[in-house]
Nanobody, 124 residues
Framework: QVHLADSGVGSGQAGGSLRPPCAAS????????IAWFRQSPGKDRVWLAG????????VYAESVKGRFTISRDNVKKTGYLEMNSLNPEDTGMYYC?????????????????WGQGTQVTVSS
């Protein structure tokens, strides 16, 4: 059973926008924080944004604050990361993750479910 489905490929030009989805199963979505991470070549996986389950409160890393928006659709059980004003430094593999807790953590080790990743490439 696939718990989180975020696989795919996205590309865009600097200044453009992308909005990869993260479809979750019931066990992965209900009551859980949904977050997005990015891993660039040769670097560690970095937390970008999270949205809590019950309050839908959102938190963002400084590097994406004001440019990225995380959201969740409780009917479709899907999370989204709307990425605007993209720049080449945003290039990397993007992973959605779910944590068995309603509030979010900034640490990858605190997440229980992971998608397979969406490759995003931004050209200048």
């Amino acid at each position: 059973q696939v718990h989180l489905a975020d696989s795919g490929v996205g590309s865009g030009q600097a200044g453009g926008s992308l909005r990869p989805p993260c479809a979750a199963s019931d066990i992965t979505y209900n009551g859980n924080c949904i977050a997005w991470f990015r891993q660039s070549p040769g670097k560690d996986r970095v937390w970008l944004a999270g949205i809590a389950a019950s309050t839908a409160a959102t938190v963002y890393a400084e590097s994406v604050k004001g440019r990225f928006t995380i959201s969740r659709d409780n009917v479709k059980k899907t999370g989204y990361l709307e990425m605007n004003s993209l720049n080449p430094e945003d290039t990397g593999m993007y992973y959605c993750a779910a944590r068995r807790n309603w509030y979010c953590s900034l640490l990858a080790r605190d997440y229980n479910y992971w998608g397979q990743g969406t490759q995003v490439t931004v050209s200048s």
